[in-house]
Every structure is written in structure tokens, then in C-alpha cells.
């Protein structure tokens, strides 16, 4: 697993600079090609909510690409941000092997 210092592209962020702005859509257009609410895309282009795989079989078929792609978006920024999160990181930490964990109880 790759993490980087800087954060990864989010969703929303793909969406407005690769689609939205190339194919000159707005968000109510694509809420209405996606069969969602405005405000659930708004809130997807702004990083407030986060892509279900549903959400994504819809970006796929909307945009002519696959789940994957978006999925693996959301993941990498998830992934990010539990490991640039301080009360997250810490928690991280904590976990051990399997094995090292219960080495001493022998």
C-alpha cells in the first residue's frame, strides 16, 4: 500500500474537474441523469458525503466507466484520511499481529 504525503484526488473533485466542467454539465443536470437528488450530488462534489457502491454503479453508468474507478477514489481518500486523522492514527497504532499479540500469554 502507497501512502503519500499529499491527499489523493477525492470524487467530488474528479467529478467537477475531469467531467462536469469538460462535458459543461451542472450538478441538477447530473442528479438528473444519476437519479438522485441535487443536493446528493452537491454534497458528493463538495466532499460532505462519501460514494456508496451504489453510488458508484451510477457515476459508471452515467460517466461510461466502471464502479471500480470511483470506488477506488472514495478508498484511497478513506485510506488517507484514517492515516492523517491524529485520534484515528493513534487508534491504528494500537492494533498488533496476531501472533505478537499473543506471544506473552504462553
Known sequence: MIITKCQPVSVGEMI????????????????KAMGV????????????RSI???TALMLAKVF??????????QRRNDIWKALHTPKRKA?????????EAFASAC
Open 16 to 31: 467537477i474537474e475531469e467531467f462536469m466542467v469538460p462535458l459543461e454539465i451542472t450538478q441538477g443536470r447530473l442528479a
Open 37 to 48: 437528488s441535487r443536493r446528493t450530488v452537491n454534497e458528493i462534489c463538495t466532499n460532505k
Open 64 to 73: 461510461n466507466n466502471t464502479p471500480d474507478f470511483w470506488l477506488n477514489l
Open 52 to 54: 456508496t457502491v451504489d
Open 91 to 99: 487508534r491504528i497504532d494500537q492494533a498488533r499481529p496476531i501472533r
